[in-house]
Every structure is written in C-alpha cells, then in structure tokens.
C-alpha cells in the first residue's frame, strides 16, 4: 500500500527558508485521484494545514501561509515538496505529509511519520 | 475563515459510550472527516463524508452530521481508545480546516 515519508533538515535558522520532501511508495503519485498535502503541528497543540497540490501543478494553501509557502511536486521522482520562507521560532512543529481524495468527501487517508523542524539559531 | 470547535475533552469510563462534538457554521452542509492521533504517532483517518468508515477501522466507530453540530460516537469504548481526536472539513474560504481536538480520557 502507498507509504509517506518525510524528509529534510530537522533545524533551520531564523529567517531562513524551511525545506522537506515527501516521497510517495508503493505506488505512483500521479495515478488516482488525490492531492498531497502539508499539515503541522506544534508540540502540544493542534493540526495546522499548510497546503496542497495535485498532480497537475494546482496548488491551494493556508490563507494565514501563503505569503510563505510553496509547494511543488516532481512525479518523475515520486515526491512532493515543502517551502517556507522567513521562518521564525513559531514554526517550529511536527510536519507532515498527507494524501486526500480529490473530492470534498473524502478525508486524508494517508499519512507520513512527520519529521520535526526546529526554528533555532 | 471557517471555525470548527471542539472540546478540550472528554472522559469515558471503559465500556461506555463517547461522543465528541465539533460545531461549525452550518456544517451539517458539509463532509466531515474524523482523525484519531495517539501520543507520538500520525493521525489517522477514522471517519471520512461524515459517517463512513475507512477499511480496518472497528464498527464501533461512527459519525453523524446535521445543522451545526458534528458527532464522533465511539461504542464501547476500550484503553486504547484513548487519543487526540480532530475534525476536519473543506471550506471554500478557508480549503481544509481542522477543529481544535479532542483529547479523550478512558477512566
């Protein structure tokens, strides 16, 4: 069954541009009807959608991000990616990568193990 | 943007039922999705378009949905029920939106 997993630099500086990759197994990223999605969560506190994309290239985000947040996705190599700019200490979190189904009423059915990121000097 | 409001928490005694609410304008309009997510794990998919059940998720588990309030009821509620539980909808404003969480606590 398709499997997530995360992967990037676990700190970054303030200011600096946080950056991970999501790679899709056990099955391909372009095939079904689904969008690859970003969510994080800080240590004791809730989920925090970030964004997503299909495999199309569209992409919807965070209205409270999307100043900061680009996400991209290379089916070549099975993956999908996470930008976010001008980081500061509050977006230190969990991340994690996610699949949904492409339609209102389906949930994300798959998640990756999360990777955490710290905003430190 | 779309707010979803849950309950800090909720506690149940083994055996009993628990139901975690999740209120938003008008979302019985809407298809609500359910996650559980235990300490240290991913959250997981229990409930997705309001009362369905993913594959390998116990029968205990249902959802309802109408006008402004969400139900996640849990039927027999065993230990390692205990966990995080989130609502989540699509919103055209605000695309995915997640509810605060529930935590529930088996006495």
């Known amino acids: 069954q398709v499997q997530l997993q995360e992967s990037g630099p676990g700190l970054v500086k303030p200011s600096q541009t946080l950056s991970l990759t999501c790679t899709v197994s056990?099955?391909?990223?372009?095939?079904?009807?689904?969008?690859w999605s970003w969510i994080r969560q800080p240590a004791g506190k809730g989920l925090e959608w970030i964004g997503r994309?299909?495999?199309?290239?569209?992409?919807n985000y965070n209205p409270s991000l999307k100043s900061r947040v680009t996400i991209s996705v290379d089916t070549s190599k099975n993956q999908f990616s996470l930008k976010l700019s001008s980081v500061t200490a509050a977006d230190t979190a969990v991340y994690y990568c996610?699949?949904?189904?492409?339609?209102?009423?389906?949930?994300?059915?798959?998640w990756g193990q999360g990777t955490t990121v710290t905003v430190s000097s | 943007s779309y707010v979803l409001t849950q309950p800090p928490s909720v506690s149940v005694a083994p055996g009993k039922t628990a139901r975690i609410t999740c209120g938003g304008n008008?979302?019985?309009?809407?298809?609500v999705h359910w996650y559980q997510q235990k300490p240290g794990q991913a959250p997981v998919l229990v409930i997705y378009?309001?009362?369905d059940r993913p594959s390998g998720i116990p029968e205990r588990f249902s959802g309802s949905n109408s006008g402004n309030t969400a139900t996640l009821t849990i039927s027999r509620v065993e230990a390692g029920d205990e966990a995080d539980y989130y609502c989540q909808v699509w919103d055209s404003s605000s695309d995915v939106v997640f509810g605060g969480g529930t935590k529930l606590t088996v006495l």
């Open positions: 994309i299909y495999t199309s290239g569209s992409t």
């Open positions: 378009y309001d009362s």
């Open positions: 008008n979302i019985g309009s809407k298809s």
């Open positions: 056990g099955g391909s990223i372009s095939s079904g009807s689904y969008y």
């Open positions: 996610a699949r949904g189904g492409d339609s209102s009423s389906y949930g994300m059915d798959v």
